[in-house]
């Protein structure tokens, strides 16, 4: 009987009642909410849904992110257990010691190692590449001064910038934060990856991919309170045909130029390009096929629950998280109020031309928030069409904001 007892106690205290903390239950109903906006709203459920479950596994059970430890055999036998937490601090320390007979992994839990290849920009790169597989970038090729609204947009990384430096984060750690402006999640990931911000990474893209999730009710009450019911009501004319020379011209000329002006663009911009070059030179179409769908969604499932994964209470409850949360709303905010600010000085210059909507779809939420655009445009007046418009700032917006993450590695020597 006494064995019975023992057992069932043991048991009993395996169970995750024993181990999680409070902070680990509120972060699990906040991992259901997330779910319920992605189900039952269907606010960017292919990537809130991976997000949200990542969350509910590490605060149920934290040791699906535990720390990967590495062991050493030396010549005579002894094991050595290494600390390092990066693969260049592991290169370091073997290169340290001599005599090594063996080498393997030990531990580590399973999105942990799906999260180093988020430390090494990997998957943000390969989001890009699909990125680029699945859109016509024939909008911005048509409408050039898109790419001016799609600048404008990102008024708000700067704006975010300086508020984190005033309220105590170092100047790398600002500069991570600050991306969230740009409503682009992969870039968030990698900027703060290249500039050393892995601790704060979990909170910076679960801000970043929540406020893309949250484009269709952050946006409409800033475009809405900063233009006229008749600005709104604006038609746009008819975009110009785009030719399969300018569209195959068109990633290779962008890449060309813009990283020979910023060389640590070259793995966002250059895997944006190359899976758009893909999707318009028409002879590699099994590649595009597979950079769209297939691979896409792979990367997507990994980088979000590796992402959600990160999110465990010790690492998620404190101050500075609530910091980077509210400093991308606020960038946020200030993105879409001067994309908007930005439309209504072009509606002035082209006489009445350009809806003021259109300049909000600069952040790089793509396509949700050009559909934005197009949904607060149709609620003035249903016969407005301003989706294919408003997908030229958008793409720019993609641009600008990895743009803006390389002029923060080239101003903080980061390569």
Known sequence: ???????????????????????????????????YLAIRHEFEPLLLVPIAFGMLLVNLYPDIMKEISYVVTDAAGEKVHLEATSVADLVRDLRALDNIAGFKVEGGGLLRFFYILDEYSILPSLIFLGVGAMTDFGPLIANP???????????????????AIVLGFNNEAAAAISIIGGADGPT????????????????IAVAAYSYMSLVPI?????????????ERKIKMGQLRPVS??????????????????????????????LGNL?????????????????????????????????????AFLNVATLKIVVLGLVAF???????????????KLTGGKVNPLIGSAGVSAVPMAARVSQKVGAEADPTNFLLMHAMGP?????????????????IFGVF
């Open 1 to 35: 009987m006494e064995y019975f007892v023992d057992t069932f106690t043991n048991l009993i205290h395996q169970t995750a009642f024993f181990q999680l903390t409070w902070g680990n239950y509120l972060m699990v109903a906040v991992a259901c909410f997330f779910l």
């Open 145 to 163: 001064k898109s790419f001016l609204l799609g600048a404008a947009a990102q008024f708000g990384i700067y704006i975010a910038y300086l508020l």
């Open 188 to 203: 968030s990931i990698f900027l703060a990856g290249k500039l050393g911000q892995t601790e704060l990474m979990g909170p």
């Open 218 to 230: 952050i946006q409409p009450p800033i475009m809405k309170l900063f233009t006229t019911e008749e």
């Open 244 to 273: 399969k020379l300018e569209k195959i011209l068109f990633p290779i000329v962008v890449t060309i130029v813009v990283v020979l002006i910023l060389p640590t663009t070259a793995p966002l911009v250059g895997m944006l390009m």
């Open 278 to 314: 893909f999707r318009e030179c028409g002879v590699v179409k099994q590649l595009t096929e597979t950079a769209s769908n297939a691979l896409m969604y792979i990367v997507v499932i990994l980088l979000g629950t590796s992402v959600g994964a990160s999110t465990s209470a010790e």
């Open 333 to 347: 905010a200030f993105g879409t109020f001067a994309g908007v600010i930005f439309g209504k000085i072009m509606c």
């Open 394 to 410: 958008n793409v720019a917006g993609v641009i600008g904001t990895a743009v803006a993450a390389g002029t923060f590695m080239a």
